[in-house]
């Protein structure tokens, strides 16, 4: 390639690259600035609003929930996707099919609709403003996604390797230990860490379905934003950033992220 | 391990009786989750949107078409046609910017590409909320935005950036770009290189090159990511509501006011029904425009 196409790529993913991180340089900025107003770039180092953020029985009240809520949701999704995955891989099940695009479907409406579905529905069921709701509501709404990425993950299962196991005498279950299991557990955790992430920082769902009883840290965030700004809000958002990326990174380290990102072709170091 | 093969299994069991066994016991209970939660609370809703509503937020169930009658009105097209204009211009601009950013880092190095997607991934952390406040923070009279402005000579007199339509749509480009490159980074990563390289050594421009023959090559996934955006951008609620002004606010927000504030759910339902089949409509357009104007070799 040549050198202008070269600088010209490179500018573009700067440009790209800042853009994508100047909200990130504005959060982690504010939670470390010593003054109260909204000033960019910080004047004064401080992490008083981290000390604030972790002796504030409110802030704690409601990150904790956030992480049980987003634990309960990831985990819920996962366990519901994987036999549906795996039934359409394995026996190439209709009914599986059918089950993997229903799965999908909610996914694929808009954030509002499936909130007021839901806001609805367990108005209906009787069952108002509960962790319960906010927890199921997640994990059939991003369902779409462990779904997607299981089923990426077994068809990047090799049949040849099975078959090999099943003509060297292993039976199904065993074959399933040696090849799938290996195969599949990055993938799972991939998909465990995403729904995670999405779940952890929903903001309309969780209002509409339980928002003035249950306060998830982006609920407390917002109503902090509109009565008047606290840095202290910004400092759960660093917390999460830190763990999203020690999480990411992890799984690059762990597993091959360019491969379960979904790449096929082979990519040499 | 002996070395004589296994005898084969015991065939006594008519083995596809035992896969359906198998597969029912795998699929009952997702089947049932997804009945209890996703279709019973979809019939609702399309229930809801022809219920009867009573004063104190409370309703009846009826067959009757007084919300959908409601949204006939102009100020409810007004802002439904406002809702998709912005969500098809952040799909135009947000794929425009992913395609060849996802191209780019699909090219680089191993250690570059995990490097870039540690940080896409990373910054799906952020919650919309957070990232709402930070264009707040960089758009305001004293802020990043308008000082860089200033220094430029682009800006005589310093005045925050924000409510505007331009703050709005650039903030929803912010919240999918992320997904997008994301979603295309498996399909760009599939492509042949040998393809642009022959156009290139036959005399075409890098740039040429990019937009004639590797770009066509995935039309496919860059007409589903440009969809996807739409769909989660056309009920956008957060966004318009902190960085717009009334006149951008959209049907997110119109059925949002519709059931928290006013306690009106059946109206609500009803926009809510209504923006679900307009988006159906669109797609089924697209997929006819795309599948008529395609030459299939």
Redesign the interface.
Known sequence: MSLVSTWLRRGFLGLVALFISAPLIVVIGVSFNASRRMSFPPTHLSFKWYKAFFTDAEWMASLQTSLTISALASSLAVLIALPIAYAVWRYQSKAAQALAGAGSGLFLLPGIVTALMFSAFWGVVGHVGRVENVVLSHAVILLGVPIAMLSVGFQSIDRALIEAAQTMGASDSEAFRMVVRPAMAPYILCALVYVFVLSLNEYLIAYMVAGFSVQTLPIRIFASMRSGYQPTMCVGAVLFIVLGFAAFSFLAWVGDLPKLMGRHRPLET | ??DI??EP?VAEVDPART?NV??TG??A???L??TV??????F??LQ?SFAHHDEGGLWTPSLELTQYAKLLNPLFLKVAAFSFTLAIGTAVVSVA?AF??AY???RM???A??TW??????????????????????L?G???MVKALMALGLMSSAHSLYPSFGAVQACLI?VV??YII?FL??AV??LDDDIPAAASTMGAS??WTFLTVTAPIVRGPLLSAGLLVV??T?????TPL?LGRPQNWT??IQ??NA??TTGD?PL??AQ?VA??SL?VGLLGLTRWLSGSGSVEP
């Open positions: 391990m002996t093969p296994a299994k896969d198998v597969l795998l699929l209970l997702p089947a989750f997804l939660l996703s279709l019973v609370p979809l609702l809703l809801l910017i060849p950013a780019f880092i699909s190095r191993r250690r590409q995990v997607l540690v940080f896409l991934l990373s910054t799906l952390s952020l919650s919309e909320v957070l990232i709402v406040f930070s264009f707040q923070v960089l305001s004293s802020g990043a912010y770009l992320p994301l980074y498996p990563s599939q890098p740039v769909i989660w056309v009920g956008t609620y957060l902190v049907i997110g059925i949002s059931a928290m759910l609500a339902a809510a923006l679900v988006m």
